[in-house]
């Protein structure tokens, strides 16, 4: 099989840092564009669901969520049980609002910028609230009493 000339693979390099950059460019415009509470109100929610888990968590004398996930097979799976209950309808709503944004305003379904939003949205802001942030929170607390 002969080698590709280097134009052609100039010309596959440049096809392809054009959709890199338009993939870029559609995800940007999701914050002002139709439907943009979204992106702020299911972090918000996740969130407060992260919250609330955390505080279950420390009535019932449970260990916080990333130590005890990396460190106890048992409470990992009770701990992946209950994230997927937290954040299982977030991830749901946010990946059917972000297909209609899609398929609405770009006319086309890329699934890579899907999955990407909805992560962002959804699982991205319950990791951090359920990792350092409540660690931090139990710290300054711990501090007061």
């Given at each position: 099989m002969p080698a590709r000339s280097r134009r052609a693979v100039d010309k596959d390099m440049d096809a392809f840092f054009e959709f890199l950059a338009r993939?870029?460019?559609q995800l940007a415009a999701r914050v002002d564009g139709p439907l943009h509470?979204?992106?702020f109100v299911?972090?918000?929610v996740v969130t407060i669901l992260a919250?609330?888990?955390d505080r279950r968590d420390?009535?019932?004398?449970r260990p916080a969520h990333l130590g005890a996930f990396f460190t106890d097979?048992?409470?990992r799976r009770r701990?992946?049980?209950s994230a997927l209950t937290d954040i299982g309808r977030v991830f749901i709503v946010a990946i059917v609002l972000d297909t209609a944004y899609q398929l609405f305003v770009l006319r086309a379904f890329h699934p890579v910028q899907l999955l990407i939003v909805a992560v962002s949205c959804a699982i991205v802001p319950y990791v951090l609230v359920?990792?350092?942030i409540i660690r931090l929170l139990r710290l300054l607390f711990r501090k007061r009493s």
């Open positions: 993939g870029v460019e509470f979204r992106l299911m972090p918000t919250i609330l888990a420390a009535r019932e004398g097979p048992v409470e701990l992946f049980g359920r990792g350092p």
